[in-house]
């Protein structure tokens, strides 16, 4: 079994839609949480950071259930600008980061 | 300022080759990460350096596969008699300060596009 799993899409939404991503992740000694977007033939970079109170930054909300070892990604009023595929990442003390394939978006007009 | 810069951007060579990638990480980040992401894949680690401490090797796919950190700065990851499967963008991390220690954004270089014939 994948570390983190994603479920990879492509996810094709309309302009304005809500649309979420899902991600488990199997090792319970997980300890930090992160959504990064990587563009085509691009590097990834950070979205944002996922906390098990849930966090939001502007149209993004990430929520962590450890219980569950489940995270997501909800992006509303989709844009244009939001298409691009969104990684799943967790971290144990003293690792590197570990990374799901990503869920493509595809958002059109 | 400047962040994680890689070179070359795009590398191609023969099958039994060995290459050398470079990456030069933002200054005073204490933590380099190697990265690999193949056609289709996810990125799979590769190898860490966290300060002086020993390199996490343990991503490393085979022993044709090393690198190492000179100063603490800039790293060099080598692989040797490069085989077709090695073909996949090298991505660079660096992190100011390693995982152990809270939230570490890493920061990631535009990556090597290796391509073995």
């Known amino acids: 079994r994948k570390e983190v799993e994603q479920d990879p899409g492509p996810f094709n939404v309309p302009e304005g839609a809500t649309v979420a991503f899902n991600c488990t992740y199997s090792?319970?000694?997980?300890?930090?949480f992160f959504w990064y977007r990587q563009d085509c033939r691009k590097e990834p970079k950070l979205l944002m950071s996922?906390?098990?109170s849930g966090n939001e930054d502007g149209r993004f909300t990430a929520q962590l259930n450890r219980a569950s070892q489940y995270i997501s990604l909800l992006i509303r009023d989709s844009k244009l600008s939001d298409s691009a595929t969104y990684l799943c990442v967790v971290t144990q003390a003293g690792t590197a980061l570990i990374f799901g394939k990503g869920t493509t978006l595809s958002v059109s007009s | 300022g400047a962040g994680v810069s890689q070179s070359p951007s795009n590398k191609v060579t023969e099958k039994g080759k060995d290459v050398e990638l470079r990456c030069d990480p933002i200054s005073g980040h204490t933590a380099l990460y190697w990265y690999r992401q193949s056609l289709g894949q996810g990125l799979e680690f590769l190898i860490y350096f966290q300060g002086n401490s020993a390199p996490d090797k343990s991503g490393l796919p085979s022993d044709r596969f090393s690198a190492e950190r000179t100063g603490g700065s800039v790293s060099t990851l080598t692989i040797q008699r490069t085989q077709q499967e090695d073909s996949a963008v090298y991505l660079c991390?660096?992190?100011?300060w390693g995982t152990g220690m809270g939230y570490n954004e890493q920061f990631f270089g535009p990556g090597t596009r290796l391509t073995v014939l």
């Open positions: 996922v906390y098990s």
């Open positions: 991390a660096s992190s100011l």
């Open positions: 090792n319970s000694a997980s300890q930090s």
